[in-house]
């Protein structure tokens, strides 16, 4: 049986960009691949600048992954909410993003490998 999601290594440097601030920078990052939608780049909590997230209340559950914990992005000019999630005790199978965090890709935010 094929396995639902994977996790790899994502090659070369990923970015985010937050209110046209860097806010993550990262050559660990790593690419979660699940079922048949996009990939999502999760960054090493180290490699993200966290003077720019604000945790959240909201929590979400993925029968998969386990459950979320979000935090805001405050940029100068805008806050964007719930845009950031993180798996602080992840699933078994996918331990490996323990201790990183994942990028909602919106109008002002960006994740890009440079």
């Known amino acids: 049986m094929q396995k639902h999601i994977t996790v790899r290594p994502a090659e070369g ?3 985010v960009r937050a209110g046209g601030a860097v806010i993550a920078e990262s050559t660990n990052a790593l ?3 699940e079922g048949d939608m996009p990939f999502v780049i999760y960054f090493p909590r180290s490699d993200v600048a966290m003077a720019f997230l604000d ?3 909201h929590k979400s559950t993925c029968p998969h992954k386990g459950e979320a914990s979000y935090f805001d992005i405050v ?3 805008k ?3 719930n845009a950031v ?3 602080e005790n992840p699933n078994t199978d996918v331990a490996e993003i323990k201790d990183h965090l994942a990028f909602w890709v919106q109008d002002g935010v960006q994740v890009e490998r440079i």
């Open 55 to 57: 945790a959240s209340d």
């Open 85 to 87: 999630w993180s798996y």
């Open 13 to 15: 440097t990923w970015v």
């Open 75 to 77: 940029s100068k000019s």
């Open 31 to 33: 690419e979660l691949t």
């Open 79 to 81: 806050t964007y909410t």
